[in-house]
């Protein structure tokens, strides 16, 4: 069995920063992409930011200069640097990852409990 499970959500004020992180544990042979998205109130879980094995990154149009994902491929852990954080960042984040359990076999994604980010005006 594969778990992802992430750490760092909380309360903070708008224009404050916060780092979420994702560790990915269990079963693993092999990880491709590792990514963050988050679910607001009411709406759909959007995409934030994801990054490849080889460090290729994409963000959602809204936090593009405001976060940065990076990844530490040792220890099968993606984090979320999220500065100048917006009321409108408030929402429940989740890590998700593509990962293959054994050689030769189909990768699946995988998804964490999810943390709160609550930002305050």
């Known amino acids: 069995q594969v778990q992802l499970v992430e750490s760092g959500g909380g309360l903070v004020q708008a224009g404050g920063s916060l780092r979420l992180s994702c560790v990915a544990s269990g079963s693993i042979f092999s990880i491709n992409a590792m990514g963050w998205y988050r679910q607001a109130p009411g709406k759909q879980r959007e995409l934030v930011a994801v990054?490849?094995?080889?460090?290729?990154?994409n963000y959602a149009d809204s936090v593009k200069g405001r976060f940065t994902i990076d990844r530490d491929g040792a220890v099968n852990t993606v984090s979320l640097q999220m500065n100048s954080l917006k009321p409108e960042d408030t929402g429940d984040y989740y890590c998700?990852?593509?990962?293959?359990?054994?050689?030769?076999?189909?990768?699946?994604?995988?998804w964490g409990q999810g943390t709160q980010v609550t930002v305050s005006s």
């Open positions: 990054i490849t094995n080889r460090g290729l990154t």
């Open positions: 998700t990852a593509e990962i293959r359990s054994r050689a030769y076999t189909n990768p699946r994604d995988y």
